[in-house]
């Protein structure tokens, strides 16, 4: 824990691919570095934009753009390479020397979701390096983003399994082979790769320094995304702190059928979304005539989106959903305050729950450990809907002694 108190400020912009992530990152960062913050902007995804939006070339390492602010876009695969390849050549003549076939071996010795760990362990370096105060990231669309966020305990999983058969391999090969062993090292390898993602973890975890953003646009379609994005990081436990409304047309007056139809369907999109996100604040960005690239644009940008706000600073803490193990159930929790139990109707169809309050629906995307189970009766208690998760009643064995 003590790396996580010295790290910077941490903040990752989520969301489905084309909602603007990109832009949202870099002006963040544009005006935290005008507010005197010692800023670095990192772009994860492997379709890397950050530097067109920034209108300067950049590299994989942090390069200076402006006073106070920096900017990298991600060589993941290089990463992989640095973090990872002398302990996989290690593995996969560990692996041979036990019998296993050579390319057999050579893919055994790639661990999983190693691009998305190296990528999220340069991030925890950058912040935990003294040189930064915050370090913004625009991260891969929500799939892959959860997926790198899930990582470092598949990862911690798949270490301990190789360290323990690293353990035990010695005691059953011969002595030729046993000599041998002490040269690969594996264990000391692992042994720090884990550490290193432990650190990691708490770090991404810590809603002192770390938070996420969803970013969202007036479509039904990224509505649903980022309530799967809101439900896994919850799961997860890692922090979200705000959600941020891109693109959003200006009101109109007299507007032309066309646009006022637009304009109809964008704000009840626009009350789905404040609904299906009332535990958190809602930052709006509005859709411009011109897409706003370099400093000076999205600095205007900026100051539209946060006006005096420090863009750095905390925006909310506490999780909007938890799921607890409570016995032999789950219980699902979800921050919904002045909600009056006589509106409040359930369904639930397949791996989704709808939430009926009044005349508004909201869907959770449930994750698979509670997709296979049926929802109890739910109830209110101190703002928040609790719902209980059971095994099916046709499930559970019956009763001995009847026939």
Not at 74 to 89: D, H, K, P, T
Not at 128 to 141: H, N
Not at 291 to 308: N, W
Not at 353 to 378: H, K, S, W
Request: charged letters at 20%; glycine letters at 8%; proline letters at 7%.
């Amino acid at each position: 824990m003590t790396e996580a108190v010295a790290a910077g400020r941490l903040i990752l912009y989520v969301g489905k691919g084309g909602v603007g992530k990109t832009t949202l990152a870099a002006a963040t960062a544009v005006r935290a570095a005008a507010l005197g913050h010692r800023t670095l902007v990192v772009s994860t995804d492997l379709a890397h934009s950050l530097g067109d939006v920034l209108a300067s070339p950049l590299g994989a390492e942090p390069e200076p753009i402006a006073e106070r602010l920096y900017a990298q876009e991600i060589n993941v695969l290089e990463e992989a390479r640095r973090s990872w390849g002398q302990v996989q050549g290690q593995l996969a003549d560990f692996l041979r020397q036990a019998g296993v076939p050579d390319v057999q071996a050579d893919e055994l010795a790639i661990l999983p979701g190693l691009e998305e760990v190296a990528a999220l362990a340069q991030i925890g370096r950058a912040s935990r390096s003294g040189q930064f105060d915050c370090v913004v990231v625009d991260a891969a669309p929500t799939g892959e983003t959860i997926r790198l966020l899930s990582m470092p305990e598949s990862l911690q999983w798949y270490a301990g399994r190789i360290q323990e058969w690293g353990r035990r391999l010695p005691r059953m090969v011969g002595p030729v082979l046993r000599r041998a062993l002490p040269d690969l090292n594996v264990g000391a390898g692992l042994g720090h790769l884990t550490e290193r993602v432990k650190e990691l973890r708490a770090l991404l975890g810590d809603p002192r320094h770390s938070s996420y953003r969803l970013v969202v646009t007036p479509d039904r379609m990224v509505l649903k995304e980022a309530e799967r994005a809101e439900t896994y990081l919850n799961l997860f436990d890692y922090p979200i702190d705000a959600v941020v409304l891109n693109r959003v047309l200006p009101a109109q007056e007299a507007a032309p059928p066309y646009l006022a139809a637009l304009l109809t369907r964008q704000q009840a999109l626009i009350a789905e979304i404040e609904q299906a996100f009332a535990a958190l604040p809602i930052l709006h960005a509005p859709l411009l005539t011109e897409e706003p690239v370099g400093q000076p644009a999205l600095a205007a940008l900026a100051q539209t989106i946060f006006g005096a706000r420090d863009p750095t600073a905390v925006m909310h803490v506490g999780p909007t959903q938890r799921i607890e193990r409570e016995g032999d159930q789950y219980v699902l929790r979800i921050v919904m305050p002045h909600v009056e139990t006589r509106k409040l109707a359930l369904t639930r169809r397949g791996d989704v729950l709808y939430v009926d309050i009044g005349n508004f629906r909201r869907e959770i995307a449930l994750p698979r450990v509670l997709a296979m189970l049926e929802p109890g009766v739910a109830r209110l208690r101190a703002g928040m809907l609790e719902i209980p998760f059971k095994t099916p009643a046709d499930e559970h064995p019956a009763p001995a002694g009847r026939g």
